[in-house]
């Protein structure tokens, strides 16, 4: 049970509210918890709606973002978003069972798409106190700059959610993940 209390409904949500979760519900066909959880503050709906569509329309490919958000749930713990980012890269990305779990290690069969996820894990677990080398190493792989800001705010997006996830407990609502 969520230690946050959040609408069960569209309808008991905050008015502010009401008309992102209808859009979520129309593009996903359902709202999930999170989005129900978040809802409770329309500032933050809107801000994490806002984010993630800018993200969506940028130059990483929706399997990387995908392994983004595996590898930094893995790192963080986070159950729901694990169980939430398995269902999306086998749904939308078409990773296969292998690569996901490969992601959550920040591993991968391409090379290009390790050092990317070996990047978001630097870029977390170090709050961005990145080394020259590290830099360096992602620039090599043939990242440039715009799409290193592009991996950068993958990662704290994700960050954002796992803690949220986290605090709150949420209940998942998807085929359930649990951290290595």
């Known amino acids: 049970m969520s230690r946050l209390t959040f609408p069960a409904t569209i309808q008991d949500a905050p008015e502010q509210s009401q008309s992102m979760l209808e859009a979520v519900e129309q593009q996903l066909g359902v709202v999930p918890n999170l989005f129900r959880l978040v809802s409770i503050n329309p500032a933050a709906l809107e801000g994490y709606l806002g984010l993630s569509g800018a993200l969506g329309k940028g130059s990483l490919s929706v399997a990387l973002r995908e392994g983004i958000a595996l590898a930094v749930a893995e790192v963080n713990k986070c159950e729901y978003c694990l169980s939430a980012h398995t269902y999306l890269a086998k749904a939308l990305a078409k990773l296969d069972e292998a690569e996901i779990t490969a992601n959550r ?45 592009e991996i950068i705010l993958n990662v704290t997006l994700n960050i954002w959610t796992n803690a949220v996830n986290n605090v709150a407990q949420t209940e998942v609502d998807f085929p359930l993940v649990q951290p290595f």
């Open 105 to 149: 290690k920040a591993l991968s069969k391409d090379e290009k798409t390790r050092q990317a996820l070996q990047f978001a894990i630097d870029v977390s677990l170090k709050r961005g106190q990145v080394s020259d080398a590290s830099v360096a190493n992602i620039k090599a792989a043939g990242f440039g700059d715009s799409e290193i800001i």
